[in-house]
């Protein structure tokens, strides 16, 4: 096991609702990134937070947001749920190191994923 | 945008056979990752190429980076029932972003 949690494991919504999802990242680390992954498809960026801050997102509307708290853990929110949404929504946890900028990008280590279906 | 593509989709093989999966990126990359995915599971790390040219080799599987660091290679060498799921590669961009590729999974004939 990778020490990433994710909750719910799965959820069930509506077109229009709003949803959040959690992640405990390793400790250790200070890096989440957050992942879509439809059914047979690889997992697609949706961003990534370093030290409590956005540092890079994917081609997702605004409607995605997220959140780092100071213990690493963080949230995905997406509001005005569509058809389209339903996936497996995976967190990674990683350790970057600084030195100047963010530079080295280590492993990745996955969470279980949450699996969201809209209806 | 930047783009990391990945051939085949799919592999089938009899057991024994050889697998290899390749990606290729439109822009140079820092690294290059590599991950397992379990049918239903969740991506695993298996390495990570940093170098130009650089050859990893774990048990029975072979990584490569290219010189240019624009493609990379996993190859696998008598496959056996375990190794089933699907590959990723994972590029590093200059946005210290991971650019994933769309997987090549790996089916064993029965």
């Known amino acids: 096991e990778t020490g990433v949690t994710q909750s719910p494991t799965h959820l069930i919504k509506t077109r229009g609702q709003q949803v959040t999802l959690r992640c405990s990242s390793q400790s250790g680390h200070n890096t989440v990134s957050w992942y879509q992954q439809a059914l047979g498809q690889g997992p697609q960026f949706i961003f990534q937070?370093?030290?409590?801050?956005?540092?890079g997102r994917g081609n997702f509307p605004p409607r995605f947001s997220g959140l780092q708290f100071p213990n690493y853990s963080s949230e995905l929110n997406v509001n005005a749920l569509e058809l389209d949404d339903s996936a497996l929504y995976l967190c990674?946890?990683?350790?970057?190191?600084?030195?100047?900028?963010?530079?080295?990008?280590?492993?990745?280590?996955f969470g279980p994923g949450t699996r969201l279906t809209v209806l | 945008g930047q783009q990391v593509m990945q051939i085949p989709q799919y592999q089938h093989v009899q057991e024994g056979e050889d697998f290899t999966t390749y990606c290729n990126s439109s822009t140079t990359l820092s690294n290059i990752q590599w991950y397992k995915q379990r049918p239903g599971g969740h991506p695993v790390f298996l390495i990570q190429l940093v170098k130009s040219g650089e050859v990893k080799k774990q048990k029975r599987l072979t990584f490569q980076f290219g010189e240019a660091k624009k493609n990379s290679s996993l190859h696998i060498t008598a496959t056996q029932t375990t190794d089933v799921g699907t590959y990723f590669c994972a590029g590093l961009d200059s946005n210290y972003q991971l650019i994933w590729g769309a997987g090549t999974k790996l089916i064993i004939k029965p």
């Open positions: 937070y370093y030290r409590e801050e956005e540092n």
């Open positions: 990674a946890s990683s350790f970057s190191g600084l030195a100047g900028g963010l530079t080295h990008v280590n492993e990745q280590f």
